[in-house]
């Protein structure tokens, strides 16, 4: 146990605070997609340069090119978090990873470097109405027709759809084999004609989620990433960057601190919400289990930057993480009152009616990469060793 | 930055559980609380050749010299299989008092024989968590008299570190008090009830119009109890998975039912982070002093609901099997309801994380 940092990273971590005090400036807003106007590209682009996003993707698909150092990554994370600084991205950390390790070289050149640059955004068409939690069951056909695949069907849960330039895709291409190996990967443009995106409305009254509908929508064949009918694999691939990026604790710890602030600075009948011993003990509550997920994270850090597998440990994150991040709005709500009902916009909103808007999108996250459900069938199955449950297989047809 | 055990920790952690499973097996913790017995010498001594009992006593002083994270591994270890041998306040609790607050003369008499398990020292500061108002120490010159409840390892010691009123520290002679064993549902480890009425008593120095050697105590025993759950809660979740796996109904494992499967993942995703806190608790005694004692009140409070929640539901897995005497799953289980008692219950130690971090 030494949670010192060695005297090289500490090096790092003061070049990482020298580069965004002189530059912070340049940056962004600190949320947003894609590049808007060039600030946002320009920003990209000095980041790339330094080292602080696209940090080990190879030069010649745009990145640093430096050696995996996830420390590295992690006090990079850390330093710009702290510093309210929009961070850099490795274009998408779903797709990229995907690419580099089972693209063709054509492949790589047309899609990594504009992705990365910020220039090309995407969007993940994998769940449908039929097919949700049971992804392999997926229906949307693509069939081949001279040079292209034809693509038919519909996908639902779409995020960030209506504002993609390209969409990576999971279809059935045969049909007759077993759903797992009948599948395969393609990627595409959302300009390609056939193809309608419709916004769907959530319970924040935002539409962050699409369904969006294929009609005889023509794709190129070589726009395949992996062999046709190996798309499962493939896509269990991009699943698994995806799944390390929920439940997040340095998400909770940040998220927690709001919460104390704002109970040390709202009043009911002159007393700090704090000073109510009731709501009091559900803050601590909360904190231990926060503190529980923080040093759980430090833990899967050693692990991964001893090249272990963490096993348990990272399993539990995303299951434990986001239904802390749901007690802990819920927890804000609870300790306003009435004032916790407030939403959109108005002169006594607090925290410009955040608490109530990620309570919600909390659920959706809950649910969203794997519901609760799924992930508990993963940790009895894959880390404790519990038998699946039997199978009843249906035709697709 | 290094979050894990050294290849030193994990050698004393297979030394010590190595020892303890074969060597403490279900029947002879049975065989133990029959009799009454909460200290068996035979697994005692083989616990102080390991090292055990002088964990954090100095080379110098016959101990091996560690820290509080292998102290916890140890605890941990008693914990996962009910170990009916005393160790929390004689082996952590008391040497944290005489090494801060004992003098050199104090130390020497009594520290070596702490080590080498020769001497039992029991600890009597419950009142300085909670105190009900017949109870409580008061200092009269050098004698001591009044009253000391749930003094933990109280029965089997051969001398008893208490607090007076004023949070000074003293030892004295077990044979000078009337001692009076406290039943309890967790029949592996003793607490007294001890009456003082002018008994001669010897003050540790340090402790004079000085909280803070108490409040060192307080701090190690409760990472101490957290880690005896965090062994306890380990061995019930075990348990239930085997017994998952092994069980069949309706043609099938039971593990194969998404409702058994998911209490078993629930109970997992919950206990495995304890782990983890349980590590930066007592690591933090140390090598973080600021955080020493909210980072003992989290894990001393999270432990105990975490516990609680393992308990229950590994209990259920087992289904009216693990209700009987039968499987003995009930040793761990109130070995669990023990530990979250004692040192404070879990909302009163988490008052006090909210007094440690300046909120009230």
């Known amino acids: ?397 | 930055m290094d979050f894990a055990l050294t290849e030193e920790q994990l050698m004393l952690q297979e030394s010590i559980g190595g020892y303890l499973r074969s060597a403490c097996p279900l029947d002879s913790v049975r065989e133990a609380t029959e009799v009454g017995t909460t200290h068996v010498p035979k697994i005692a001594a083989g616990l102080a050749e390991l090292g055990a009992a002088g964990i954090l006593i100095p080379e110098e002083l016959g101990g091996v010299g560690m820290g509080f994270l292998e102290a916890a591994l140890i605890s941990e270890a008693l914990g996962s299989v009910i170990a009916p041998v005393s160790f929390v306040a004689s082996s952590v609790m008391a040497p944290v008092a005489l090494l801060g607050a004992g003098s050199q003369d104090q130390r020497e008499r009594w520290l070596p024989r702490v080590a080498s398990g020769e001497v039992l020292i029991g600890v009597g500061i419950s009142e300085h968590i909670g105190r009900r108002e017949t109870d409580g120490i008061f200092a009269d010159d050098d004698t001591l008299t009044g009253k000391a409840m749930f003094v933990l390892d109280g029965m089997d010691a051969d001398t008893l570190l208490v607090a007076d009123n004023e949070a000074q520290l003293y030892l004295v002679q077990a044979s000078d008090v009337t001692r009076n064993k406290l039943k309890t549902i967790d029949r592996t480890r003793s607490v007294a009830e001890i009456v003082l009425d002018q008994t001669s008593a010897e003050i540790l120095p340090g402790s004079v119009n000085n909280r803070k050697h108490l409040n060192d105590m307080v701090n190690a025993g409760r990472v101490m109890l957290a880690a005896d759950t965090l062994g306890a809660a380990g061995t019930m979740l075990e348990q239930a998975i085997e017994y998952a796996k092994e069980r069949r109904q309706f043609n099938r494992v039971i593990g194969s039912f998404q409702a058994v499967k998911h209490m078993c993942s629930e109970m997992a995703a919950d206990l495995e982070p304890c782990r983890s806190l349980v590590w930066y608790a007592a690591h933090a005694i140390r090598a973080i002093p600021d955080e020493a004692t909210l980072m003992a009140c989290h894990a001393k409070a999270h432990l105990a609901e975490t516990g609680r929640f393992v308990a229950r539901k590994a209990t259920e897995v087992h289904g009216g099997m693990g209700f009987t005497d039968l499987l003995g799953l009930h040793y761990w289980f109130k070995r669990i309801g023990f530990d979250r008692q004692l040192l404070g219950a879990p909302e009163v130690v988490r008052e006090e994380a909210a007094v440690a971090q300046g909120w009230i």
């Not at chain 1, 090309?120 to 994998?126: A, T």
């Not at chain 1, 804000?332 to 919600?360: C, F, H, V």
Request: proline share 6%.
């Open chain 1, 1 to 397: 146990m030494d949670l010192a940092y060695s005297p090289e990273y500490e090096q790092y971590r003061m070049e990482v605070r020298q580069f965004l005090d002189a530059n912070r400036d340049q940056s962004p807003p600190p949320y947003g997609r894609g590049n808007g106007d060039g600030k946002a590209r320009d920003w990209q682009k000095l980041l790339i340069e330094n080292g602080y996003a696209a940090r080990t993707i190879p030069k010649e698909y745009g990145g640093f090119g430096g050696e995996p150092d996830i420390l590295k990554s992690h006090i990079i994370a850390q330093e710009f978090a702290s510093a309210g600084v929009r961070p850099g991205h490795s274009g998408d950390n779903r797709l990229v990873p995907t690419v580099l390790e089972l693209g063709t070289e054509d492949q790589k050149q047309w899609l990594v470097p504009p992705t990365v640059r910020g220039d090309m955004i995407w969007c993940q068409g994998y769940s449908e109405p039929g097919s949700g939690s049971d992804l392999a069951s997926l229906s949307t056909r693509a069939i081949v027709d001279g040079d292209d695949f034809v693509i038919n069907g519909q996908k639902i849960w779409t995020s960030g759809a209506q504002h993609a330039d390209m969409i990576f895709c999971l279809v059935r291409t045969e049909p007759d084999a077993p759903k797992h190996q009948g599948i395969s990967y393609l990627v595409f443009s959302m300009d390609t004609p056939g193809i309608e995106v419709r916004p769907l409305v959530t319970m924040t009254g935002e539409a962050t989620f699409n369904e969006v509908f294929f009609t005889d929508v023509r794709v190129p064949k070589h726009q395949i990433i992996g062999n046709r009918g190996e798309g499962w694999f493939v896509a269990n691939n991009t699943l698994k960057h995806e799944r390390e990026g929920l439940g997040d604790p340095n998400q909770a710890e940040n998220r927690f601190r709001e919460i104390v602030d704002l109970m040390q600075r709202e009043t009911m009948d002159s007393n700090r919400l704090i000073d109510n011993p009731t709501y009091r003990d559900r803050l601590l509550s909360l904190q231990g289990r926060m503190l529980a997920m923080k040093f759980n994270g430090m833990r899967v850090l050693t692990s991964q930057i001893k090249e272990e597998e963490p096993g348990l440990p990272r399993w539990i994150i995303k299951l434990q993480g986001c239904e802390l991040n749901h007690q802990m709005a819920a927890m804000a709500i609870d300790s306003m009152g009435e004032l916790g009902i407030l939403y959109d916009d108005g002169p006594y909103l607090r925290d410009q009616g955040r608490w109530q808007q990620r309570y919600m999108m909390d659920l959706g996250l809950i649910i969203g990469g794997g519901t609760a459900q799924i992930q508990k069938n993963m940790i009895g199955e894959r880390a404790l060793g519990l038998p699946k449950e039997p199978k009843f297989e249906k035709p697709l047809n």
